[in-house]
């Protein structure tokens, strides 16, 4: 069983950085999810699939990781591009789109 070490994007509901500054270490499913007939609920009798690993670094959960054997593959983190921009910058002088409202 292989896992997966990323470090987590925000939420879209989310404008800080809060929760995103640590990696995760989390296992791959080792055998798909079934659906349960009585009540349709979906289950798995994979256990380790229930397992978050929470670290401080990327070195110490590659670390970790190395230690106990788990064969294991970084995702590294994609940054956000964004320009910066005030609310003010829709009223001035040298805007280049139309104002229009």
Sequence with gaps: MS????RPARTAMQSGTAKTERWLLEYEPEQPREIEPLMGWTSSGDMKSQLK???DGRD???AYATRNGIPFRVEEPQEARRRAMAYSDNFKFGRVGQWTH
């Design 3 to 6: 896992a997966r070490i990323y």
């Design 53 to 55: 690993l929470w670290f």
């Design 60 to 62: 110490e959960a590659i």
